[in-house]
């Protein structure tokens, strides 16, 4: 059938089964939201109040489903507030396709109202990206651009389409959605030679992330824990890949990880890290990380083995296929004195666990815990507040902790939180704090339009916090900047925007507020006031090691 390029962008989106598109108009991708307009029977498009909620958005719905997430905006401004979304999800490989319009190809490189060379912008921040040159090449291009998004390490691509070639007709065949390119596992010698060294090995420590994640292998992994009587930790990606009450988790390991994961990892003979990187929030002073352990790192980039660490042993490969292949090879164990020993590290992690009563970080996140439900997703914003999330909350199911990890992007939060529950028909939370959500509170017009049902928790301590636990620690006590002083009224301004909202003092009064956000119909805010010296702890200090961990205020 004979369509313009606006109708082959939309029409292939259908192709491939997407139903749900992120985004904000303007004038250099009109035409497609015309298309839009017309297909509106078979596609949704959710307007955002700015084009980074939208990327954020379709990052947190890719993040809680594993398909791929989409977001349109226009060329120019539009374009470039999608950039700290697209490094966001490419740090984090997350799955998204962005699609930007630009301006008439005959005026590309004239300086014209809102030109930007966008896919120059994004090239170390994409897996790939693409400027579509004429209509003829516009549909298999996009078929491209959610093969690459969703196979190997997945992880945005970008699509720039000038307005001529939107506008331009082009006959159009459709095509069944688009395969990911087959993984492979990594070679039979390196499985052989890995499965010799965890055979040797008297204290194994399985090590996790988001690879684990998007290989759909958590299966295979607690088999491998079983088999060798290991335990094993995550880092913040991989949080909700195994119930937070599992016999075998540790909890979240590095700089703010449980204690008992990160001394486990710590004092272990051999570490099997499957999907993860080994970042300097987990490692420390790499000089002084795990000295004693042999690392057998599966991954399926290879850039990623012995990048920041020696690996003894570097897979590349599809971790779930690797472990298929590597389980067979393994040697049936117990391993009483390693239990022992990572008892006394649990027991050790209770004598440090902070068990003040009242408004405290803690006792705040545990009474949420009594609110959420088994499939409820939980995004946070970036700081203190997503630390204390990733010690605290208890998670039934995977993919349900949507957290920026690597970029650690303030104001990430909200829209992710939208996308997720847009992704899951579940009412999603939002654990954010002051600072973040005076970077994203905008997007709580596109909550109330659609009527988004999700609970944000403010814990609003009046400072950017995680800074000032820096300045109080290392500088001296040289509060710059991290003061907030703002007067703003949280709850005034969520029923300004059309929602709900009550703030809490206390555990009590926090309680009662949650059974109404979790009834209300809508979004609703719980501001909720805990003190502005709270720590996180465990802490590493920047450049130090497992030997000067901070475990108590005043360490």
Known sequence: MLLSGADIIVRVLIEQQCDRVFGYPGGQIINVYDSLYKYQDEITHILTAHEQGAIHAADGYARATGKTGVVIATSGPGATNLVTGIATAFIDSVPVVAITGNVPSTQIGSDSFQEIDITGVTLPITKHNYFVGSVEELADTMREAFMLASSGRPGPVLVDVPKDVQMAMCEYEPKPPVVPEEKQAAKNIRIEQAAECINASKRPFVYFGGGLVSSGAVKEMLELAELIDAPVGSSLMGISAVPTEHPRYLGMQGMHGHYASSMSMHHADCIIALGVRFNDRVTGNRAKFATNAKIVHIDIQGAELSKTTNDTHGLRGDVKL??????????????????????????????????????????????????????????????????????????????????????????????????????????????????????????????????????????????????????????????????????????????????????????????????????????????????????????????????????????
């Open 322 to 555: 690797t472990l298929q292949k590597l389980i067979p090879l393994l040697n049936k164990s117990e391993k009483p004195e390693w239990q022992e020993q990572i008892s006394r590290f649990r027991e050790e992690e209770k004598e440090y666990t902070d068990n003040r009563e009242g408004m405290t970080p803690r006792n705040v996140l545990m009474t949420l815990n009594r609110h959420l439900g088994e499939n409820t997703p939980v995004a946070t914003d970036v700081g203190q507040h997503q630390m204390w999330a990733a010690q605290t909350l208890k998670f039934s199911h995977e993919r349900r902790f949507i957290s920026s990890g690597g970029l650690g992007t303030m104001g990430f939060g909200f829209g992710a939180a939208i996308g997720a529950q847009i992704a899951t028909g579940e009412r999603s939370v939002l654990v954010t704090g002051d600072g973040s959500f005076g970077m994203s509170l905008n997007e709580m017009a596109t909550a109330v339009s659609y009527n988004v049902p999700m609970v944000i928790l403010i814990m609003n301590n009046g400072v950017l916090g995680m800074v000032r636990q820096w300045q109080t620690l290392f500088f001296n006590k040289h509060y710059s900047n991290t003061v907030l002083n703002r007067q703003t009224d949280f709850v005034a301004l969520a029923r300004a925007f059309g929602a709900d909202g009550a703030t809490a003092t206390t555990l009590d009064e926090l309680d009662s507020v949650l059974d109404k956000a979790f009834a209300y119909d809508g979004p609703f805010v719980v501001n909720c006031l805990i003190d502005k010296d709270e720590f996180v702890l465990p802490m590493l200090p920047p450049g130090g090691s497992m030997d000067d961990i901070i475990v108590k205020a005043g360490d």
